[in-house]
T-cell receptor, first 115, second 112 residues
Framework: EAGVTQFPSHSVIEKGQTVTLRCDPISGHDNLYWYRRVMGKEIKFLLHFVKESKQDESGMPNNRFLAERTGGTYSTLKVQPAELEDSGVYFC?????????????FGSGTQLSVL | GEDVEQSLFLSVREGDSSVINCTYTDSSSTYLYWYKQEPGAGLQLLTYIFSNMDMKQDQRLTVLLNKKDKHLSLRIADTQTGDSAIYFCAERRISGTYKYIFGTGTRLKVLA
């Protein structure tokens, strides 16, 4: 069974440009999460989808970030325009069940560098 | 606050035991997790413990939970070079939307 896949694995862009990150969750997983880790700091929650609906987007830094999950399958996270402080590793995770016993399966992340 | 705290680095010799520590803040947390991230890979769930337990053992891994002090530790027995990775502690809260709160990660380096 394929795991959570993320594309691209690395992206280097200039300040002001736009970048779109993609996440394909494990097939059948309704829950999809985006997280971000800035170098040396904790992994921070960005948002949570249940199927195509945004369940919780309280971690989104500002309106330069837009996440979508059309059709409840893959998700995209667009940063427009990118700023220097957006650099970091963006992780996607998915899960099947919800509640306290939920186990997350993570992708390998997208390393974003904004120059 | 939301902080889950870990020390950033740990270095041990191959064959020794490693102990990675974590403190969390929310007493309502019901599950606590340890994830491992190897270079170039995503986070892999290693083990987890329910908050009504004090200890959980799984082969070379032992998780200890001190609820009073909100302290969690992961002990790796007979540490191998393949254990070199970043280890993240995470708590799962019952308040709000059950989201995970992760720590900063501890980079474990195993010396041959």
């Amino acid at each position: 069974e394929a795991g959570v896949t993320q594309f691209p694995s690395h992206s280097v862009i200039e300040k002001g440009q736009t970048v779109t990150l993609r996440c394909d969750p494990i097939s059948g997983h309704d829950n999809l999460y985006w997280y971000r880790r800035v170098m040396g700091k904790e992994i921070k929650f960005l948002l949570h989808f249940v199927k195509e609906s945004k369940q919780d987007e309280s971690g989104m830094p500002n309106n330069r970030f837009l996440a979508e999950r059309t059709g409840g399958t893959y998700s995209t996270l667009k940063v427009q325009p990118a700023e220097l402080e957006d650099s970091g590793v963006y992780f996607c995770a998915s899960s099947q069940e919800k509640g306290l016993g939920e186990k997350l399966f993570f992708g390998s992340g997208t390393q974003l560098s904004v120059l | 606050g939301e902080d889950v705290e870990q020390s950033l680095f740990l270095s041990v010799r191959e064959g020794d035991s490693s102990v990675i520590n974590c403190t969390y803040t929310d007493s309502s947390s019901t599950y606590l997790y340890w994830y491992k991230q190897e270079p170039g890979a995503g986070l892999q769930l290693l083990t987890y413990i329910f908050s009504n337990m004090d200890m959980k053992q799984d082969q070379r891994l032992t998780v200890l939970l001190n609820k009073k002090d909100k302290h969690l530790s992961l002990r790796i027995a007979d540490t191998q070079t393949g254990d070199s990775a970043i280890y993240f502690c995470a708590e799962r809260r019952i308040s709000g939307t059950y989201k995970y709160i992760f720590g900063t990660g501890t980079r474990l380096k195993v010396l041959a």
